[in-house]
Structures are given as structure tokens and as C-alpha cells.
């Protein structure tokens, strides 16, 4: 009875807007709008009890804080692709939009290293899914001051094949001219971190209806927030910035997940590039301040502790967080395990091998190696590693390199680099390159562990606001250049970090520096700096796909021409934080590098 009630409120409050627009009272519509989806029931998996009933709930707070909300809900029929799509382009095109807020809760799941969440038509439908990268990447190019992206959905990888083919679409078209001068502040609020589950529980002593835990506790943050959450403007009106939330939603989904099964984890994953006045909601009447709690370390806190031990400049840890309460978090993440890891791989040829040019891999035997025109290989196995010596006849070229078990990889093989290829479980854990073989510097292979970790885990990010977060973007570049016995692959991460913080000027300034140093430049990179979009790729761009299995995500919103052979391999992709092909995959392409159709 009571869901009832609520809807018929929320329904009277947009017919009452309705009305007036009609008597020409509201004839401006509402700067602030939500897009709301919650899926149930996507095709033939399992149904899910708390997505439907967290969208109503979210779209009804949303109304009472003066949202425009459309909302799109499984329980009246279908929810698909093109109405989202066809609204997005409505609300965006707005001049007076200073707010958009989409939220999602449903069925999701990790493919080729982004989300999709999966609508009524998936997942037979391999379309009928919002490709969250991609939609994340197209809003980038619209003028709308503050977009906020919030998932209550998993963030595991899929559990059967044909998930793995859910491409799925942006919801966010291309602008018609040119896009805006100045970025929106894009604020991403995650249910869980990459590999996790995102739960939903009984209400209380209900059993017939659930609720997510992140939805819940994202709502409680505005009834009960901890005092130092809260931003008075003034005039009686006090409000929680969408900078303040991270703390609470880590604190608090964490605890209940625990609380209802302790082998359980939920971690939420936040990232807010808004500045502190920026917010969705008030506090109102009936919400009650906490006393302010002690924060505990959160994903963040240990990768900008990780960076600041590698070098002081590159981040600043909050001083409340003692080491070892940040090395516990770290090491329950995983994030331990994966810098020692890749700081444990050889990153050198054995004694008395002498490579300045070529690949070491370790992990799995290689059964065969192709390479584009003009390159020439020959390898040898010594112990553990398999030795690889490439010959150039320019600056670079195309490698593809099958293991025993027929998965392998495309990389570039840069002329006076070595690079080093880790494996392990079939997968592309790692790649790094040194400079003519010299070994790095305790730093630089401290830096490529820290930031090839946090990228494994999904939280490698720029951090801060304003003034704060270019100057650590100022920082990380000049550690992450190109340069003397430097890493290219610290510039490919960056490269995806800046992306991710709309820095364009810092990709276009990692493109350039990446081609002075090596005469070519990597696939990824002149991929985000947007020379890619609808053109052949130059002849100085190495390899002719993504060599970071994200970049996958993003070929077909920008535009991208891959070659056909990287397009029928595609679908062969596997889970692997570097692009790693299947066997049917590997098998396309060493046939069109030894045939000549690739480069």
C-alpha cells in the first residue's frame, strides 16, 4: 500500500508541472533532470527483487529535490535502448541543463574491462545494454555543467559465453557541431569496484520486498549525514556535496554488507571531479546530523599513498590515515598482491643475454610469433623466459604473440625498447618496456608496479578538484613522459587517466611527447586524442587495436576504422587488464600478419 502511495505522489507532482507548462506558468523547463532505469528482469536471468522498487525510491527523492525525472522501469513492460537513447538527446540539448543525473539498478557486469548494464532485451540482445565507457566518453562532449552516473548494479565479470558478446550502446548521441568548450564535471558513483557484486537484501523484517544496499545507504547520506558532510549555503537551506558522499558510502556499504554475510564484499567506488558547492540533495526537516566519525582509508587512499612513497609530488595522502591502517586496506583489496606481483617478474633478460631491441615473456611458453612488414624475429627460450629479438626497418611494428595454449596478444614492438610481457593463467597481466634493455630505476619500476596495479583494480585516476586536480596532473605527467631509460607504458596509462579526468590538453601533450621520443605512437593513445575518429590510422601508430583491453569499449563510439581481422577477433576477447585474445581470435590474426593484410 504504501509503494502505492508513493507513486501516486510522485505522479501528481509531474502532472501538477505538466499542467502549468500547458497554462504557460512553467513555460522554462527544469535545470536539474534524471534519467532513472531500474531492470528486474533482463531476458532469462534470474530476476533481482530491489532494482525497481531502488529506482522508484531514487526517482521520488529526485522529484522532491526538484528533478525532472523519466523513468524507466521494468514492471509495466520492457525497458529498452532507443526511448533512453531518444530522451538523453532531449534533456542534453537543453540550453538551460545545469544537472543530469543517471541513474541505474539492475543486472550489470564487466566486459572487456567497462560496465554494462543490462536492459529487458539482454542478453540475447547483444545490443540491449548501456556500454557505460562508451556513454561516459560521449558525455564528455556536452555542455551540461554536472553529470553524475550512479549504479547500484554488480560489477563482476559475466558467468556465461554469451554475455561476453553484450557490446551494447551509448545512451549519450554525438553532438551535431562542435562540441563544448568546456568539459562537464563528470562524477561517477559505483555500487562496488571492478570484480565485486552489488547486493540486495530484505527490508528489514520484510521479506517480499528488497532493497540495494548502495541505493539505501546513497539516500540515508541525506537523512543521517556525519556532520562534517554538511555544507550550509545559507538562507536555511543545507545540503550534502557529492564531494562529501565518498567516506559515508565506503563506511557504510561496507559495514552492512558485512553485517549480512561477513565473507561477503562490497566496496563502493567513487569518483567526483565536481567542486565542493556541487550537490543532488538537501538535507530536509526530518534529517538528523551525526556526530562527525572518523573516516576509515578507502581505494583512493591507497593508491595515493602508493604514488606518494614512489615520489611526494605525485599525490598527497590524507595525513589522518596512519600506513598501517591504508597497507590493511590495500592488502584486503588486492591491491598488495598485484604491485609485488608485477615488481616480482623478471623485467630483465637473463645474465649474459645481451637484447636491446625485442620482448621477454614469462608466465607461458610461446607456440609461434607474427610480425607486420619490414620486422624480422628470431627467439630463444632461457629457463623461465622466452627471449624474443626484434629487427626494424622503421620505428616500430606489430607483434602478435601466441602461447601454447593458442591465447596470445598484439603489442608494439618499439625500435631500442625491450619489452616485457607477464602472463599468468593464460591472461596479460603486465607489459612494460626499458630503454635499450638498460635496466629502470628502482623508481621508474616502483611507479609502472604502483600504477599497473591500481589500473588492474580500476582506480588509477587523477584526484582532486580545480587548481588541485591539474597540478597532480601536471605532477603525474612529468613523472609518466617519455623519456631516458622511462616506461611508454606509464604514458599509455596516463594517457587513459587523463581521459578519464576530461584533460584533453594533457592527452594531446602525452600524444605529442610520445611521438618526439619514438617516431610512432601507441594505438591507445592516438585513439583518446581523437586522431582516430572516422580516418586511417597514420603509419606511425602501433599496433592497429587497443593494446589496453578498455580501449575496446571506446572504437566504436569514436568512430574508430579497425582493420577487419581485429573487428572478427574481437568477439575472442578475454578478461585481461592487456588485450588478450582467444584461440579462434589469435588464429585471425598471426594468419593476416603472415599473409600481409596487417601492419
Known sequence: MRRREVLILGASLVGAAAARRALGQDPVPSPRAAVVIGVDRPGDLTPLNGAVSGARMF?????????????FIDDNGPVEMEPIKDTVKELVKRSNLTQLVIYFAGHGCLITGSERWLLSGAPEDSGAAVN???????AQLWPVPNIVFISDACRSRPESLRMDFLSGESIFPTPDGSVGEVAPKI??????????AALEVPMGENVTQYEGIYTSVFLEAFKSPDETMVLDLGAGVKVVPNRRLEDFLFREVRKRSAQRNINLRQWPQTDVCSSDSTYIGRLTAASRTEEARAPEPNLSDVVSLALAQVDPSLSAPRPEFSRASVDAIAAESGFTEARSAILAAPDQPPSGVFLTSGFTIVGAAVESIAVSAGARTERAVNGEQTIVHVEFEGPAATVAIRFENGAGTVVAGLRDFVGHIVVEGGLVRNVSYDDGGNPPSDRIRELRATVAAAAELGIFRIQGYGEQRTRQALELGN????????DPTLGLYAAYAYNEAALIDMV?????????????????VAMLNGELSGREPPDDVFPLCPMLLQGWNLVRVRDVQLPETYLAAQPHLLPALWTTFGAPGMNLIMQALEEGRLR
Open 508 to 524: 594531446n601533450s602525452v600524444a605529442g611527447l610520445m611521438r618526439g621520443d619514438l617516431n610512432a605512437i601507441l594505438f591507445d
Open 187 to 196: 562524477d561517477k558513483f559505483f555500487a562496488a569496484r571492478p570484480g565485486q
Open 59 to 71: 526517482g521520488d527523492w529526485l522529484v522532491s529535490e526538484g528533478f525532472e525525472v523519466r523513468r
Open 479 to 486: 613523472a609518466l613522459r617519455m623519456g631516458k631509460f622511462a
Open 132 to 138: 557505460f565507457a562508451g556513454s561516459f566518453d560521449r
